[in-house]
């Protein structure tokens, strides 16, 4: 991957929205991963060279590898492309976590699921995200946008 050209490539400087973007995916990615028990993590570490074969060799694993890269020659087009593509192979795996916790409620012909209710998560969505749209602005206005509204001409 090349260095990119412009401004930000001769000062080195990256706008730190998309380093807070890259944390946020990590840490969205690291939230996907299983609790292993201890039992589990001792057969992992006597077989990890092929653990790790099989499990960090996957399409996630270079796409982030990929957008490090992009970060480290301030790629700007480059990290936007292999977040998205990374953002949309790890919100697939969710979405699947997601309807895996519904599917026992199908065979609940009673309709009484007690305490469960998969649905309940704060801020779920079952759907992919769109990138070819802008979603609205949901955040409160500040004093100054109310005010711009009110009278634009001060």
């Not at 077989?47 to 790629?75: G, P, S, W």
């Not at 990374?86 to 009484?112: E, H, M, T, V, Y």
């Amino acid at each position: 991957m090349k260095r990119a050209a412009g401004p930000n490539a001769l000062s080195g400087a990256w706008p730190k929205e998309y380093s807070e973007a890259a944390v946020f995916l990590e840490n969205y990615i690291e939230s996907l991963k299983r609790d292993i028990p201890l039992n589990v993590k001792v057969g992992i570490r006597t077989r990890k060279k092929v653990f790790h074969e099989m499990y960090f060799n996957t399409k996630r694993e270079l796409l982030m590898k990929q957008l490090e890269n992009a970060i480290e020659c301030i790629d700007s087009e480059n990290f936007v492309k292999f977040f998205q593509e990374a953002f949309i192979d790890a919100n697939k795996q969710n979405l699947k976590i997601r309807s895996a916790r519904k599917r026992p409620l199908d065979f609940d012909f009673l309709g009484n699921p007690g305490c469960i209710n998969p649905t309940s998560e704060l801020y779920g969505c079952d759907e992919m995200i769109k990138w070819e749209f802008n979603e609205p602005n949901l955040t409160p206005k500040t004093k100054y946008e109310a005010r711009w509204e009110k009278n634009p001409a001060n």
